[in-house]
Each structure stands twice: as structure tokens, then as C-alpha cells.
């Protein structure tokens, strides 16, 4: 590369970056202003030349006009001092001087032979007065025919045209004969013509100017309005961090910068969603998981590798506390994962036929009564996996909680476009001061019972998944009945409800084809 392509090139690379470094209002600025200054100057630009192209052909229209005027005068006219026809060509020239009058930076002179005979005292400009021109003109005069021309010279720039005259025949004067040429030359000054629209245009170039600055002030005024979200938002940002999520950029209107600081806000309620869920499933684990490290770590240190029943008891102790760590450790990586958009995974699914896979399943939970209390019939779109995790895991709870050989009842219904899957047992109930702290993490009702207290809020987590909730209905020695609402899950409006079990009905069997309605 050449050293002057080499220095152009830098030259670029540093006005970018110096356009770069402005700050966002002055380049919207700069870019409105630059925009608004080319459209004005194409504009005026075109304009301008159009009417020039108009005063030229104006200039010629007339020009025509007067050299018609002339020929006419020649055919038809009549010599006003011997009342015939023109005897010689100079007196046509004189009389067509007297009778054509110059417009407005227009002259005329009768040239005979080449020479300036006659001139108009009416004309705005001498044309007689420009010796370079009467010596250009000192050809046209003498010549064959009519010509239109543009003549420059030192003072101005004329459009012209001459009509030469020529004797029919040789003159006789006092000197003898000779064949005599007159011409009628009539011109514009094209400069000082163009000259009046050129000064309009200076009137629009100072318009145009006033123009610009009114468009920098305003454009400088709504670029920082526009702008104002997009200073809030890197106020915002500054403001941000790991601790402190909370911060909110405020949204004003409904336009793009709005649906910008909408979109951030939102993506700052999943960044704060996010970091909490880490922090919680942190605090959890922690929680968790320390009891169960101490007993084995107690247990490790006083271990007598050489007692072999002792070394056995630790053995089998070890593995139930691994056991449950790692069932802990599951149910807390599927809350960690209940925030994610594919959690769920909805599919059109037989309630039916889902009913009827839950109860199959359920059945192995433990020595209970089990049946349907209703069964819905048609199709709802859910995640058939997640709703039967939910399900089990309320099925768990009933045999955790209810008596052997009691009637727990598995439901499913559609009331409007809502699926409703139910599970009621005959267990001991729910105080009511804990049937909301039961669906908060490691909160249970009986602490005697086994369980991290994890089962309640996966199922909790799997209904909000589908924009559902998990309702309860418990009465203390009575049982409970625990509701799974998914709304608008429902795509076919039909079911055959079986009459629910009473709480004494202790007469079925605990077969699962006699309790299938």
C-alpha cells in the first residue's frame, strides 16, 4: 500500500473514531441536522437550476418573439417617411428600432455593414457600450441568416440574435453603388438576469440556514427526551449488582425506547429470579445437608474397624444417610429447575388415560384403599410427566400421613376450561395455621414423620409451571384434600363423574378393578 493510501486510510479510521466517541445525542443530532441540511441543499439545488433553464428559455421565447416581430415588419410594414415599402435595409433597421422596445435587462442596436448605426435609448443596457461584443456581433451582421447565439465577454455573458438584412438589389449614394447589409440585433444580458432569481435563492440559502438551526434546537430537545430511558437505564445499571437486584428502570408511553426498558426490566426480574434460586438452593443445600455429614462424619470417627457388627451397623446407617441425601439433592435440583421456561413441556393428553396411569402407579405407595372418585373424559394440554411427579408425590404424603387400610381417592374433572386433578385421604388433617407454611421449603406440619419437607413445594412449583395452584382442604382428624387447579389446560369440555367415597366407606376392596368406575 502507498504511503498516501496509508495516510488516507488512518484519516478515516480517526474521524469513525472521533464520530465515535460523541455521545449518543450528538451523532442522533449530527445525523438529523446532516440529513436536513442535504435534503435542503438537493432541493434548492434543483430548483435553482430548474429556473434557471426556465429564465434561458424565457429569454429565448422572447428573443423569438422579437426576431418574429422583425421578419413581420419586413414583409408587411411600410416605411412611415414615404408611406411604400422599405427602399433599403437600413431604413428597415431604424424604423424596427423605433417601434420594438427592450424589456427588462434587454438592448438593441441596428448595425449597418457591420457598424453600429442606431441604438435604443430605452434599453436598460448598451449593448453599443461592449466593444468585445460589437466585434463578435460584426460578423453576425454581415451574414447569411438569422442566428441565435450567447456571447461572453469580459463584462458580461449576452444572449443574442441577429437578423441580417440584405439589399435586393445595389444602392446608388452619392459615393457611388454598392450592395448594402443591415441587421436588427436584439440581446439579454443573461447574467444580470439570472442574477434577479439568484438572489431569491440567496433568501432561501439564509431561510434554509434558520431552517437548520430550528431543527438542531428541537432535535437536540426530543433526542433527549427519546434518549431519558436509556440514561435512566445506564443509571440503572451502575446502580446494579450481585446484592442488590431490586432497581427498576421507570417505562413511560408505548414506544420502542418504552418497550426497551420494559424488556430490560424484565430481564432484570429473571436475573434477580435467577440469583435467588441459586442463593436459596445454596442456603438449602447447606441447610440440608449438614445434619446428615455430621452423623456420618460422628459416626466415621468413632468407627472400630475391627467390631464387624459395628463396622455393619455404619455400613447400613452410611447408606440410608446417602440415600437421603441424594433424594434431597433431586428434589432440590427440580426447584432449582422450576423457574426455567422448559420446565414444563405441554402436550395434548388423554385425562382419562392419565388418570388411570396415576392410579396404576400410585397403588404400590403403600396398604391403602384406593380408588377413582371421578374421572374426566377428553383431552387437556399439560406436561404429562411433571403432573404425574405431582400427583405421586401427593399420594406419598397421604400414605405418610393416613392410617393403613383408609380410603385415599384419586379425581380428575373439568369445570369450564379448567382441569382439576384432586387426592383426598383419611389421615389426621392439617392445623390450619400450616396449610400455607407446609408448600415453603423444609416446613412440615409433624416433624415426627420422615420426609426434607421438599414434596409440597415441587408440587406447588409444578402447577405455577402450568399458571396453576395447589389448593387445600383439611379438617384435623378428618383428612385432607389437596387440588390441583390448572387453568385453561382443558381443549375438550366432557367427563363421567363417579360419586365420591364417603369418609366410613371402609367396605371396598382394595382391588384396582372392582374401584374403577
Known sequence: MSTTGASAQLGRRGRRRAFSALSARSRILAAVVGLAALALTVCGYTVYYLQQLQVEDRINAELEADAREFVELSSDGVDPETGE??????????????????????????????????TSPVADIDLEEDRELRTVLADYAVADRVQFTTITTEQATYRAVVVPVHAGAEVEDTQGNFHEVAAFVMAYDLSAEKAVFSGIFLTYAGVAVFSLIVVALVGWLVAGRLLHPIRLLAEASRRITREDLTERIPVAGHDDVAEMARSVNEMLNRLEGAFTAQEQLINDVSHELRTPLTILRGHLEVLDVGDRDDVVSTRELTLDELKRMNRVVDDLTTLAQADRPDFVQPAEVELGTLTDEVYDKILALGERRWLISERAEGTAVLDRERITQALLQLAANAVKFSPPGSVVSLGSRVERDDVVLSLRDQGEGIPEQDQ????????????????????????????????????????????????????????DDGQHPVPA????????ENTSEENRP
Request: aromatic share 6%; glycine share 10%; no cysteine.
Open 85 to 118: 415599402s422599405f427602399a433599403t435595409p437600413s431604413d428597415l433597421v431604424r424604423t424596427a428600432m423605433m417601434r420594438i422596445i427592450p424589456t427588462r435587462n434587454e438592448g438593441a442596436v441596428g448595425m449597418v455593414d457591420g457598424e453600429v448605426y442606431w
Open 436 to 491: 400455607e407454611r407446609i408448600f415453603d421449603r423444609f416446613q412440615r406440619s409433624d416433624t415426627s414423620k420422615p420426609g426434607s419437607g421438599l414434596g409440597l413445594p415441587i408440587v406447588k412449583a409444578i402447577a405455577a409451571a402450568h399458571s396453576g395452584s395447589v389448593q387445600v382442604v383439611s379438617q384435623t382428624g378428618a383428612g385432607t384434600t389437596f387440588s390441583l387447579i390448572l387453568p385453561g389446560a382443558a381443549a
Open 501 to 508: 367415597l364417603s369418609a366410613d366407606a371402609h367396605t371396598l
